[in-house]
């Protein structure tokens, strides 16, 4: 065999060798790419699933500030509180540090899980709660303190449903967007920071009068259409 031959031979070897291992490498780094893509779909999904409902309610962590800012608005209060949205568990778990029998109610699992490791980590899990939950498929009924971190285009249907299912005592917390209707007892803070508070006996007492008022009004109308 000359020495031309056995170069040709030794040639091709090296460009099989070359050509096979990049298809490997190919074959790895598509496969990560692929991994990468199907990992941050698991991740971001319950993210961004929450903003394509009809109304949505982000994920925004609350400052430091607007904690504190609720807690000094509730600082004369006790018993059970509800945090809407609760996020990463920020507001929950400071009440719990506070007395309070706190509840969130969250629609992103992971957050929801993240919340409970960090009251388990924080020690106050046996006097918190975490729900993954639509916040309109649940009463708040047994809660005497409310917060909501809420959007603008929901406030108006939440006011209804509050109106309905709180009890005359208990208060609600509104922080960066107030109620459109409601007359705040007091306002907390400043900026995105402010907080509103709210006195369910006055705002259940205004629905009751507009309730009375659009019935009187109803009725006149029925009235008047029978003459």
Not at 153 to 167: A, I, R, V
Request: proline content about 4%; some cysteine; overall charge positive.
């Amino acid at each position: 065999m000359s020495e031309e031959t056995l170069f040709t031979g030794t040639a091709g070897q090296s460009v099989a060798i070359e050509s096979r291992s990049r298809s490997r490498l190919g074959l790895v780094v598509t496969a990560l790419v692929g991994g990468s893509l199907v990992a941050l779909y698991a991740v971001a999904t319950p993210f961004v699933a929450p903003a394509l409902r009809k109304i949505c309610l982000p994920f925004v962590p609350a400052t430091t500030k607007q904690v504190e800012n609720v807690l000094n608005a509730l600082r004369t209060r006790s018993g059970t509180l509800v945090d809407i949205g609760s996020g990463d568990g920020r507001i929950v778990i400071a009440a719990a540090r506070h007395g309070f029998l706190a509840s969130g109610f969250e629609l992103n699992p992971w957050l929801v899980w993240y919340s409970r490791y960090k009251a388990w980590r924080e020690g106050v899990h046996l006097s918190t709660s975490f729900h993954i939950c639509d916040l309109w498929k649940v009463s708040f009924a047994q809660y005497s303190n409310v917060v909501i971190f809420g959007v603008p285009q929901m406030m108006d249907k939440l006011e209804l449903k509050l109106g309905s299912e709180l009890p005359s005592s208990a208060k609600v917390v509104a922080c960066r967007f107030p109620f459109p209707n409601w007359v705040p007892e007091h306002t907390t803070g400043e900026g995105v920071d402010t907080v509103w508070v709210y006195n369910a006996g006055s705002f259940k007492s205004l629905e009751y009068r507009g309730a009375v008022k659009k019935t009187t009004s109803e009725n006149a109308d029925t009235a008047e259409s029978h003459l």
